[in-house]
């Protein structure tokens, strides 16, 4: 763990406790939800010194930081979870203004896109339309040359909430799901992004399973892809 020396100043202590919290977050082994709730305890204890006023930045980025760890718990009480990391994202990105820190809004939006698209609460149609309209605000600035990886997971987060909104005929919102999927696996190759990649393909045999029958074409390409 990181250590936290007494002396620090407060606002550096704060900001030792934000990366103890990023450490945690990014732990690979064992059960994550431990770990998980010592990030969030630590990024809530650095929001204490964090001052909205003098702070802002930091306040936004941890902000940021409690989103996602809100968003890895694996809760049962979903419902809850995800309403607090969209709470936390919103507050986040009610600070960070994208014309001097584009990434980090960029990424608020995508993170509370991929809340809003699971979040159980309140329509789920409409949660999913909003989660698009977050990701397209996010491929504003994340772009397949300078930023692959966000680039291609954003993609990735329009064709799942695709998925979930209702029915059409045509189906266009499952041919622009398919779309976005093969997208993202021109960045998520299986020897570069093993992981990303089979998520991918998963999501991409849902969306080819929603066609219809007529669609004999798509089905073909995305099978062999």
Same mark, same amino acid.
């Given at each position: 763990a990181l250590a936290l020396p007494a002396e620090a100043c407060p606002v550096e202590r704060a900001r030792l406790l934000r990366q103890r919290g990023r450490l945690l977050t990014l732990r690979e082994t064992g059960d994550p939800e431990p770990a998980l709730r010592e990030a969030i305890a630590a990024y809530e204890d650095a929001l204490l010194v964090f001052s909205l006023v003098a702070h802002p930045l930091d306040w936004a980025l941890t902000q940021l930081d409690l989103g996602l760890?809100?968003?890895?718990? =694996?809760? =049962?009480?979903?419902?809850?979870?995800?309403?607090?990391?969209?709470g936390a994202h919103r507050s986040a990105l009610s600070m960070l203004d994208p014309e001097l820190f584009p990434h980090a809004w960029a990424l608020g939006q995508a993170r509370i896109g991929d809340a809003l698209a699971d979040n159980p609460v309140g329509d789920a149609f409409d949660n999913r339309r909003l989660a698009l309209e977050a990701y397209a605000r996010a491929l504003t600035v994340f772009d397949r040359q300078r930023d692959p990886v966000a680039w291609a997971r954003t993609r990735n987060g329009m064709g799942a909430a695709l998925q979930g909104l209702p029915w059409q005929d045509p189906p266009e919102h499952i041919q622009q799901a398919l779309t976005a999927h093969r997208d993202a696996l021109t960045v998520f190759t299986r020897e570069?992004? =093993?992981?990303?990649?089979?998520?991918?393909?998963?999501?991409?045999?849902n969306a080819i399973r929603q066609l219809p029958g007529e669609h004999a074409e798509e089905r073909f390409q995305g099978a062999i892809l």
């Open positions: 760890a809100w968003q890895g718990l =694996p809760n =049962p009480d979903q419902a809850g979870v995800l309403e607090a990391a969209i570069d992004h =093993p992981v990303d990649w089979a998520l991918t393909h998963a999501w991409l045999g």
